[in-house]
């Protein structure tokens, strides 16, 4: 895998499992893949804060040295990436999760809980990762599964949100002060909506304005061919 390929993602989700699962585009309509191979999970992982870059160069080089791996760690991603679609997307709505996916969510906390431990860090101690999950090429995806399992379990919950916009559905957290976010990212989604709405406003004033565009039109044409005849 080459290291110098990087596809340059959208963070907006405001969480990283969040962002994990916005890495589909326009899902309800084309449903364009983000995370093609392993060298753009570790890109995604990058861009969201979840790996260092002593973490990219070691993950880019486990990945060359076993691309079968590498594959396979791909598509355990995305598999979690759509649990977790499913999860917060039904949360939005205020339906129940489904078990399958509660189940999965929970299978993939105890591999990720299981590569975690405590760090003596001068006179504190922290949570960090194991030498093993260092190592692992699933460490996108484990620190995704953490995320994932701490928002589901916050008050923060509330605050998940689906894009209102009709090509979209990417998940972000509302931190307005009012709760009333209804676009991932108003430069995009919001912007792109406001100009459907102009259109809208526009259309039908130019359907009215035409018959008297039109009238004026024949009836200057006219006034012409009366002044040519005299």
Known sequence: MASAKER????????????????VDNRP????????????????????????QRQVRALSAAAERGPGRARAALARARSLRETLFRLFSRTTAGRSPDRADVGALDAALG???????????????ELAWSPEAEGSLDLPTLAATLSAVELLTSPRLER?????????????????RNGSRRWCDMSVCG??????????????????ARPAQAAASRA????????ATR
């Open 8 to 23: 340059r993602f959208e963070i907006t989700g405001g969480a990283l499992c969040l962002d994990l699962a916005n890495t």
């Open 29 to 52: 309509t084309l449903g364009r893949e983000l995370l093609v191979d392993y060298a753009d999970l570790v890109a995604w992982g990058q861009q969201a804060g979840a790996l260092s």
């Open 111 to 125: 591999v990720a809980a299981a590569r975690r431990r405590l760090v003596d860090v001068g006179s504190r101690l």
């Open 160 to 176: 998940v949100r689906i894009c209102q916009a009709r090509d979209c559905d990417w998940l972000f957290l509302d931190a307005s």
């Open 191 to 208: 912007n792109r909506a406001k100009v459907r709405r102009f259109r809208r406003r526009v259309r039908p004033a130019e359907r009215r």
């Open 220 to 227: 200057n044409a006219c006034s012409s061919s009366r002044r």
